[in-house]
């Protein structure tokens, strides 16, 4: 019961009013002004009873040095996916590599694919951050195993913003569970096969964020049949049925 009441805060949860007050000084006065905005944004929207069809969201990923970010490790590329319903829409992305100027490890290198080279050249994390931020706007997002990504946009944003991370973040387990609830269905890799879908470029921020959206569609499509019309029906099946 405990999982199912902090998911319920993440969804319905609301911005600090003075959530903003601490921003760098370097930050000008367009940005503070979309800041505000976005919040006012968030505050206002009710995620919950948005029919399926209208529900729009940014399906993101994020390659990192390691998993924990309290420990020194960093995010290295962002990639993100619009999907409104039951679409993808591919002409909606983004994707930025981040600037990071130490060694990477061997393991990193191989799973990632990126280079030392590039990653010095890549743009900073804050201007990394406040892209993706315009791009989301209030929009919720939605992640594999969306908790790596949660911890790490925390620490990102407070770090280099000075302001906390407070989308609204859903996880896809949350629908695997009903659509295949005997299946086991945890990795990425396993969802996607389940579904048929192919990623052409595995640990690729932006190629999983797309195989991500792909998966979460095919089981917006599932939940659809099965009669749930929003969110909130999602939440409280699982409510009565799990705990």
Same mark, same amino acid.
């Given at each position: 019961?405990?999982?199912?009441?902090?998911? !319920?805060?993440?969804?319905?949860?609301?911005?600090?009013?003075? *959530?903003?007050?601490?921003?760098?000084?370097?930050?000008? =006065?367009?940005?503070?002004?979309?800041?505000?905005? *976005?919040?006012?944004?968030?505050?206002?929207?009710?995620?919950?009873? !948005?029919?399926?069809?209208? #529900?729009?969201?940014?399906?993101?990923?994020?390659?990192?040095?390691?998993?924990?970010?309290?420990?020194?490790?960093?995010?290295?590329?962002?990639?993100?996916?619009?999907?409104?319903?039951?679409?993808?829409?591919?002409?909606?992305?983004?994707?930025? #590599?981040?600037?990071?100027? +130490?060694?990477?490890?061997?393991?990193?290198?191989?799973?990632?694919?990126?280079?030392? +080279?590039?990653?010095?050249? =890549?743009?900073?994390?804050?201007?990394? *951050?406040? +892209?993706?931020?315009?791009?989301?706007?209030? +929009?919720?997002?939605?992640?594999?195993? =969306?908790?790596?990504?949660?911890?790490?946009?925390?620490?990102?944003?407070?770090?280099?913003?000075?302001?906390?991370?407070?989308?609204?973040? @859903?996880?896809?387990?949350?629908?695997? &569970?009903?659509?295949?609830?005997?299946? &086991? *269905?945890?990795? @990425?890799?396993?969802?996607?096969?389940?579904?048929?879908?192919?990623?052409?470029?595995?640990?690729?921020?932006?190629?999983?964020?797309?195989?991500?959206?792909?998966?979460?569609?095919?089981? !917006?499509?599932?939940?659809?049949? @099965?009669?749930?019309?929003?969110? @909130?029906?999602?939440?409280?099946?699982?409510?009565?049925?799990?705990?």
């Amino acid at each position: 019961m405990h999982q199912m009441f902090h998911f !319920i805060k993440q969804l319905s949860g609301r911005l600090n009013p003075s *959530l903003y007050s601490s921003l760098p000084s370097q930050s000008n =006065a367009a940005s503070i002004a979309f800041l505000r905005q *976005l919040q006012r944004e968030i505050r206002a929207e009710d995620v919950l009873h !948005i029919p399926f069809p209208k #529900l729009k969201l940014t399906v993101f990923d994020l390659e990192t040095t390691g998993f924990y970010p309290q420990n020194g490790d960093r995010i290295l590329s962002i990639g993100a996916v619009k999907v409104i319903g039951d679409q993808v829409l591919d002409d909606e992305t983004y994707y930025s #590599l981040v600037n990071y100027n +130490e060694p990477l490890s061997e393991d990193v290198k191989l799973l990632t694919g990126l280079s030392e +080279e590039e990653l010095s050249l =890549a743009p900073p994390i804050e201007q990394v *951050l406040q +892209e993706f931020y315009q791009f989301i706007k209030s +929009e919720p997002l939605v992640a594999h195993h =969306a908790h790596h990504e949660k911890r790490f946009m925390q620490h990102a944003t407070w770090s280099t913003l000075k302001m906390s991370f407070q989308h609204r973040l @859903l996880d896809t387990s949350f629908l695997i &569970n009903i659509v295949e609830p005997r299946k &086991n *269905l945890v990795t @990425l890799d396993d969802c996607c096969t389940h579904f048929g879908i192919s990623i052409s470029r595995r640990h690729h921020a932006l190629h999983d964020a797309i195989g991500t959206a792909k998966f979460w569609v095919e089981c !917006i499509r599932q939940i659809k049949k @099965l009669g749930f019309v929003n969110l @909130l029906d999602v939440y409280n099946y699982l409510a009565k049925t799990r705990y």
